[in-house]
C-alpha cells in the first residue's frame, strides 16, 4: 500500500527553528510537495523537489532524499503566522497526489 | 473573481437528500480535482477531471458523481447523503492534462455535515 508518515503535531517558540519530518512509501515517485493549511482554510502551496538536495524559499527550505523515501520542511526565524498544519504529498506513479494527514505546528511566544 | 470559488460554504443536510457542491474556476486550468478532508486522515481524492468532457475515479469516490461540462466548473454530487460523507470538501485545479506534477491550487472548500 501507499503510505505517507509526517508527525501529528510539533511545537516551537517564536524566533526558532523547526523541522518538519516526512517519510514516505509509494508506488513510484515523481516529485514530492508541501503544503501550508491554516486551520478552516484552504491548502497552499509551499515547495516542490523532484531532485534530491535541499531548495531555499525564503524562510523555508525542503530537502527531499529519494533513496531514503524522506523529505522535510525546515522553517526559519519562526512566526507567530506559522502556526498552521503542514501537508506532505507525494505524486505517484499514476500522477496522483498521495497525502500525508499534516503536521499541526503551534508556535509558541 | 480569481481563482477557484466553491459554493455553499457549509451546509447541514439530511441523510437520504441529494446535493450538488459547486466548483468554478477562472485560471483556465485543465485538470480539476474533488477531495475530501477528514480529522486525522490526508486529503482523500474523490473523483478528478484531467481535461474538459473527461472524469476519472479517485480513491474514495463510491455516494459521489462528477461531471466536467467546460473547463470552468465541476459540480460534485452525493445522490443520496449518508452520514458517513460528513466532511469538509474542497475542489483543486491545475494546468495540466494528468502525466505531469504541476501544482493543485485549491478553493476555500466546503463544510458538509449529513444528519
Known amino acids: 500500500g501507499q503510505n505517507i508518515d509526517q508527525p501529528t503535531e510539533m511545537t516551537a517558540t517564536e524566533g526558532a527553528i523547526v523541522q518538519i519530518n516526512c517519510t514516505y512509501q509509494?508506488?513510484?515517485?515523481?516529485?514530492l510537495f508541501w503544503y501550508q493549511q491554516h486551520a478552516g482554510e484552504a491548502p497552499t502551496f509551499l515547495s516542490y523537489n523532484v531532485l534530491d538536495g535541499l531548495e531555499e524559499k525564503g524562510r523555508f527550505s525542503s530537502f527531499l532524499s529519494r533513496s531514503k523515501g524522506y523529505s522535510y520542511l525546515l522553517l526559519k526565524e519562526l512566526q507567530m503566522k506559522d502556526s498552521a498544519s503542514y501537508l506532505c504529498?507525494?505524486?505517484?506513479?499514476?500522477?496522483?497526489?498521495?497525502w500525508g494527514a499534516g503536521t499541526k505546528l503551534i508556535i509558541k511566544p | 473573481i480569481a481563482g477557484i470559488t466553491q459554493a455553499p460554504t457549509s451546509q447541514i443536510l439530511a441523510a437520504g437528500r441529494r446535493m450538488t457542491l459547486r466548483c468554478t474556476q477562472d485560471?483556465?486550468?485543465?485538470?480539476m480535482y474533488w477531495y475530501r478532508q477528514d480529522l486525522g486522515l490526508g486529503l482523500r481524492l474523490i473523483h478528478y477531471s484531467n481535461t474538459a468532457g473527461t472524469t476519472g475515479k479517485g480513491e474514495v469516490p463510491d455516494g459521489y458523481s462528477v461531471s466536467r461540462a467546460n473547463t470552468d466548473d465541476f459540480p460534485l454530487t452525493l445522490a443520496s447523503a449518508v452520514p458517513s460523507q460528513t466532511s469538509v470538501y474542497f475542489c483543486a485545479s491545475s494546468d495540466s492534462e494528468g502525466g505531469t506534477t504541476d501544482t493543485q491550487y485549491f478553493g476555500p472548500g466546503t463544510r458538509l455535515t449529513v444528519l
Open positions: 485560471m483556465r486550468h485543465n485538470a
Open positions: 504529498a507525494v505524486v505517484d506513479s499514476n500522477y496522483q497526489l498521495i
Open positions: 509509494t508506488s513510484g515517485f515523481n516529485g
